[in-house]
């Protein structure tokens, strides 16, 4: 078996923030195009996007599907990813860039947490229900902190329309962390894979499964509705954009990442995805925070660095 260079701590480390950076411009790039559905937007970026993954590493794919016993954790995983990708710029489209990304980034953690309870019966220590706690209220004083009907670009928000938006985000969140739980479950040793299976063959299998239905779902939108790219000039370039650098290239820096270093101390690092939105909502699309709002972002973010630091020291 062939194995691939593994980068220094020091390059995973880089590796992640700047896959951080493009994830945290998805929703700033979808703001240029409000005319595009926002499925359509999901399914591209995620479905070419995971379809170029997966192409670039077929003897990968196949290492993992043969396995029949990851055939199950894959398809699982598929489906949380395909799930995310859809409803997360729906999200985003509806709450707004900056509370959309956060909330769907800061419940992710949350619900890993209580899958693992359920499923691995892992019980959450202490630590983690006082960082539920903190982030929980974070989102409550982020959400407080939004001016609905003040933010710059073509949307107008009511409070409907923010909650129903909020309610997608967590659904993104759950649908992340059953993507990310799966994954961890196939690199991990387990009976039928004694070594596990490596990170990048890993992040493109699930990434390839997911494409199917995502490609086949864009195709169908985009004949129903064609005229949705008329009066869109940036349509091509910002799902382009989407394509390669957060979904295509921005993975594999995250498998570059994983690769030097423990899962959940990664997870550390990709709290800088967060920040990266929020500013770019506030200083490019022009949404509007409140103090509250920027302080309750504090608090969230301590909230997700309290459980994350936790999970690292288990």
């Not at 860039?97 to 693992?116: D, Y």
């Not at 989102?139 to 670009?153: H, I």
């Not at 500013?279 to 301590?302: D, K, R, S, T, Y």
Request: include cysteine; charged fraction near 5%.
């Amino acid at each position: 078996m062939t194995t691939t260079p593994r980068a220094s701590y020091g390059g995973g480390v880089v590796a992640l923030l700047l896959a951080c950076t493009f994830w945290g411009t998805t929703g700033m790039a979808a703001s240029f195009i409000p005319g595009i559905n926002p499925v359509v937007i999901g399914a591209s970026t995620m479905g070419i996007g995971g379809l170029i993954l997966g192409l670039t590493s077929l003897p990968g794919v196949w290492l993992t599907w043969k396995n029949i016993g990851a055939i199950p954790l894959v398809l699982l995983g598929a489906l949380g990813l395909a799930v995310y990708s859809t409803v997360f710029y729906i999200g985003m489209s509806w709450a707004g860039v900056a509370l959309g990304n956060v909330i769907a980034l800061g419940s992710a953690p949350l619900f890993a947490g209580l899958i693992e309870w359920t499923v691995d019966k892992q019980r959450p220590s202490g630590r983690w229900l006082v960082a539920t706690a903190i982030t929980v209220t974070g989102g409550v004083m982020l959400v407080s902190g939004r001016n609905f009907g003040e933010d710059g670009g073509a949307i107008v928000r009511g409070q409907a329309m923010v909650t129903l938006g909020i309610a997608l985000a967590l659904l993104a969140g759950f649908a992340y962390a059953l993507y990310t739980y799966m994954a961890n479950k196939l690199m991990k040793p387990s009976a039928d894979r004694p070594q596990g299976i490596g990170h990048r063959p890993v992040i493109s299998t699930l990434q390839l499964v997911s494409a199917v239905p995502l490609i086949l779902v864009l195709v169908v939108l985009v004949i129903a509705n064609p005229a949705q790219f008329q009066n869109q000039p940036l349509s091509i370039p910002v799902m382009a954009y989407l394509i390669l650098f957060p979904t295509a290239v921005g993975h594999l820096l995250l498998a570059v990442g994983l690769g030097t270093m423990p899962a959940s101390r990664a997870a550390v690092y990709t709290l800088f995805e967060p920040v990266v939105a929020v500013v770019m909502a506030v200083a490019v699309v022009g949404e509007v925070i409140a103090p509250i709002g920027w302080l309750g972002l504090v608090v969230v973010l301590g909230g997700l660095v309290t459980l994350s630091t936790e999970v690292r020291t288990r």
